[in-house]
């Protein structure tokens, strides 16, 4: 809404010591929308697109179980 308003993207503050911000979302999350996230907010790495189901949308068991999380995570932890 912020954005809207001002008409730029709000800029997103990093976790101190995070070396990255991926952000994994399902198309189809209502919740998860817009997306993606690194044309919304300059501090995010990575936008990663996967599909979890349709119901339960937005539940954190569908993303934990999902083999893109479970990528993006390693990825990070190097």
Not at 12 to 25: F, K, L, M, S
Not at 27 to 53: H, M, S, Y
């Amino acid at each position: 809404m912020a954005d809207a308003i001002s008409g730029q993207a709000p800029a997103a503050i990093r976790p101190h010591g995070a070396a990255a911000w991926v952000n994994v979302a399902d198309p189809g999350d209502i919740v998860a929308i817009p997306q993606p996230l690194t044309e919304r907010f300059n501090k995010v790495t990575t936008d990663v697109r996967t599909g979890i189901g349709a119901f339960p949308f937005h539940k954190a068991a569908g993303y934990l179980a999902n083999r893109e999380t479970a990528d993006a995570v390693t990825r990070c932890m190097g």
